[in-house]
């Protein structure tokens, strides 16, 4: 039979990053608060589809919930294509991320991916997962800001995982956390300044 009828490792690999963009790309935020009744999260805060900025609605139930469903995006994506390969799943992984940043349904305005950055973590490395965990927790607890809290963690993570003789995924969330500081210019900016928002604070 022809070789092109079976798929390829690059086939595989493609179809791994779309499936997961797809993942990536449903907007939790927007549909939670928009079914709770509290409108378009998108036109309080900063803007943003994620958990910090659902939190600033006021209901913690529906933050939490976000933060949960887009953090399972990115280890859904990574599990389910963990069935073909490893390279498939850092694949589904990293679609998932961008999917989230650049939703195709919110003409590719989305969120800045740190649950599911969080999420795809979780999928590759449960201790991976662990250390970012622990790091968002102490920053944020001493620091009452969400974004330092991701940032330093998005540092500690990769060098984590080189440590823990995974180069692949290593290598993959520091591509992630380049991106993750990227689309956090502003909020670094408002860090310097001293104007950046704190952890519950509302608008």
Known sequence: ???EIFPTAMHVLVAAVVFGYLLGSIPFGLLLTRAAGLGDVRKIGSGNIGATNVLRTGNK????????????????AVIVA????????????????IGHLYPIWLGFKGGKGVA?????LLGLSYLGALAFAVTWLLVAFVSRYSSLAALVAAVV?????YMMDMPSAA??????????????????????SGTESRIGSKG
């Open 61 to 76: 139930k529906l933050a939490a919930a976000t933060l949960l469903l887009d953090a399972l995006k990115g280890t859904v």
């Open 116 to 120: 599911t950055y969080l999420g795809v």
């Open 157 to 161: 993570v990769p060098i984590a995982l």
């Open 171 to 192: 290598g993959l969330l520091a591509l992630m956390s380049l991106i993750v500081f990227i689309r956090h210019r502003a909020n670094i900016s408002r860090l310097l």
């Open 1 to 3: 039979m022809p070789d």
């Open 82 to 97: 963990s069935r073909w390969s490893q390279d498939a799943a850092i694949a589904a992984g990293f679609g998932a991320f």
